[in-house]
């Protein structure tokens, strides 16, 4: 708390000294180039055209101070008036693009299963590997012909039901750890 009210002072001091140093730079500005404007009207060489050149920075200074002043109110109104319409687009595109993202994924798919059968030559079977020594064995065979280890997946997960392997110490799925046997 004791944070947030040293913040508001600097604010409120940002918000009222800005104004006054912007103010004064204008009026030095002004008195500067009307006295710069008056050489030009025959009178006389400028005297005060150095209030020009004091009253820039202070303008550069104080509209500085207001804007940090102001900035977390006017940074609020802007997110409020962009956050809705940010919304409403990301909306209109989810929606637009829902049919061709299934078309996509797919599409996908199909190219995963086609490469797949393609990638078996015609009259072999396919394999699946022993998890315990790496033999191939047909994807029918529910033992390994190699060790005789079950090549199915039949250690159910206490935690999300997910089937793991027989020999598995911790859930495939969620990461859970079996009791050892």
């Not at 944070?3 to 104004?19: E, F, H």
């Not at 920075?57 to 109110?73: K, V």
């Not at 590997?129 to 206490?158: I, M, S």
Request: hydrophobic share 40%.
């Amino acid at each position: 708390m004791e944070g947030n009210k040293q913040q508001q002072a600097v604010r409120n001091t940002l918000r009222s000294l800005g104004p006054i140093i912007l103010g004064v730079g204008v009026l030095f500005t002004v008195i500067g180039f009307v006295s710069f404007l008056k050489a030009f009207s025959g009178g006389g060489p400028p005297t005060r055209f150095w209030c020009a050149f004091v009253g820039l920075p202070l303008i550069a200074l104080g509209s500085s101070l207001a804007r940090f002043g102001y900035m977390g109110d006017v940074s609020r109104y802007v997110a409020g008036e962009v956050a809705p319409v940010a919304k409403d687009t990301i909306n209109y595109l989810a929606d637009g693009s829902a049919e061709a993202i299934k078309k996509v994924s797919q599409a996908v798919s199909e190219g995963i299963a086609e490469s797949r059968v393609a990638a078996t030559p015609a009259g072999s079977t396919t394999l699946v590997r022993c998890h315990k020594c790496n033999h191939t064995n047909r994807v029918d065979a529910k033992y390994c012909n190699e060790c005789g280890t079950a090549l199915l997946k039949v250690k159910r997960c206490p935690g999300c039901q997910e089937l793991n392997d027989p020999d598995a110490r911790f859930c495939d799925n969620c990461g859970t750890q079996f009791a050892h046997k």
